[in-house]
């Protein structure tokens, strides 16, 4: 009896010690907006406003006055939104695609309650609409690529339409994964989700699914909604600076004249400020300005997007706060599953197939972006940032600084990489795009040793 009793002692404490988090929504602000409320944070946050106008000053200065006038100030924001409205059109297919799926699933809640379970018929049944939504998920992912390569839409608005694809798939994963396992156990057609709960859903800046989300009580705040989208355009200018004073302006005559690899190092390493102000705008374009309008126009209460990555001392600790909303997703039809479901009680393999899946959707959306195969994410990700994540300072100031250094010298190293191979194939002699140099890099051939 001493041994069992030992035995399932032990095997209770396992249970508890892997007891998965449940995601829980309720009302907070974003961590932005709290420490803004602060006077000094708040300082901080103007400091960065002036350096924004100082460069734009400068900019548009320089451009009048010794470039080709005020047009050329924005040039690189005209060619990155390029064909703009065919790539709403896109976003508008695989939104319709989205909706029909809804009636899909539906269709097959409605008639499995009136097949005889686990007989032959619902085999095939079943069978039938998982087949069909397989073809569903092939064929959103494919419309970012028709539509970027048939109506050669910008890097900006490819980007746009190949995010939105992926955000729509994920959206509707979780709408299945959450509601099929009840819909098999109570076979009741008032467990399924409503239409327009599940429009709601589509739209509002959450990844998990749940039944009912905290709204807010207040009206929405339409000048908050506009201090918003004016940095949101804001944000798109000072991308435009940053790259074309920065690693454009360096990089522009890559394929035509030598560089050796001395110079890429020290374009990587000169314009590692550059990065760090790109890296920075991205996460508060995506994850705060972008997610708050959504959030304040739907009146989704819960606005906790992302927690302070920035003081951050460990990899593993900064991929759980620099993303929440997708973090969740991963954690919760990723991890977890493969945990409970495909590998029981490895966790090493889930998480692998966490990192796996995340590297492979950012491969995807700057895949169709640039136009060419670059495994950036699947070496900078997959590879050093996985390892990275395993590894932990005494530290936590040396991790911090570890931390923010690395991310900035990655982001350069990233960027400059891109756009290296980018003019290397536009400079260079045109070849026949095939599959071989599609996903073969020529970047090391412009390049003198």
Not at 29 to 55: C, G, H, P, W
Not at 224 to 232: I, P, Q, S, Y
Request: overall charge positive.
């Amino acid at each position: 009896m001493a041994p069992n009793s030992s035995s399932r002692t032990s095997g209770e404490v396992q249970k508890k010690k892997y007891e998965f988090k449940v995601k829980v929504y309720q009302p907070r602000d974003s961590v932005i907006t709290e420490i803004t409320q602060q006077k000094n944070l708040l300082a901080v946050y103007r400091i960065f406003l002036m350096v924004f106008l100082a460069l734009c000053i400068n900019f548009l200065f320089r451009n009048c006055f010794y470039g080709e006038g005020l047009t050329s100030s924005f040039a690189l924001v005209f060619q990155s939104f390029k064909n703009i409205h065919m790539a709403l059109a896109g976003w508008f297919v695989a939104f319709l695609s989205t909706v029909w799926l809804y009636y899909g699933f539906k269709c097959w809640a409605i008639g499995r309650t009136r097949i005889i379970p686990n007989s032959f018929v619902s085999q095939v049944w079943n069978t039938l609409w998982l087949t069909s939504y397989a073809f569903h998920f092939l064929a959103v992912l494919n419309i970012p690529v028709v539509f970027t390569y048939r109506y050669n839409l910008g890097f900006a608005s490819s980007v746009a339409v190949g995010m939105e694809a992926m955000r729509l798939l994920m959206k509707s994963y979780s709408v299945v994964r959450s509601n099929v396992p009840r819909l098999t156990t109570s076979n009741l057609m008032k467990e399924f989700p409503k239409f327009s709960h599940y429009m709601y859903f589509l739209f509002s800046p959450a990844m998990v699914y749940r039944d009912s989300y905290p709204r807010s009580k207040h009206p929405i705040r339409w000048r908050f909604v506009g201090g918003l989208m004016a940095e949101l355009v804001a944000i798109i200018l000072l991308y435009s600076i940053i790259f074309e004073r920065g690693y454009i302006h360096d990089l522009k005559n890559f394929g035509l004249t030598t560089y050796r690899w001395t110079d890429i190092v020290t374009i990587i390493l000169e314009n590692c400020l550059y990065s760090i102000f790109a890296f920075v705008m991205t996460f508060y374009l995506v994850l705060h300005v972008s997610q708050n309008i959504c959030a304040e126009i739907l009146q989704f209460s819960d606005k906790l997007f992302y927690e302070d990555w920035w003081t951050s001392s460990s990899y593993s600790r900064y991929y759980r706060t620099w993303n929440v909303v997708v973090h969740d997703w991963l954690y919760n039809y990723v991890y977890k599953d493969t945990y409970e479901i495909l590998c029981p009680g490895n966790k090493f393999i889930a998480k692998q197939l966490v990192f796996l899946l995340s590297a492979l959707f950012h491969e995807y959306i700057s895949t169709i972006a640039l136009g060419f195969y670059l495994p950036i994410f699947m070496i900078f990700f997959f590879g050093f940032g996985n390892y990275l994540s395993y590894h932990k300072f005494s530290s936590s100031f040396v991790g911090n600084l570890f931390l923010l250094y690395s991310l900035t010298l990655g982001s350069s190293i990233m960027f400059t990489t891109a756009i290296m191979e980018h003019y290397c194939r536009t400079n260079s002699v045109q070849e026949e795009m095939t599959i071989s140099n599609f996903f073969t890099p020529k970047l090391f051939t412009c390049i003198s040793y």
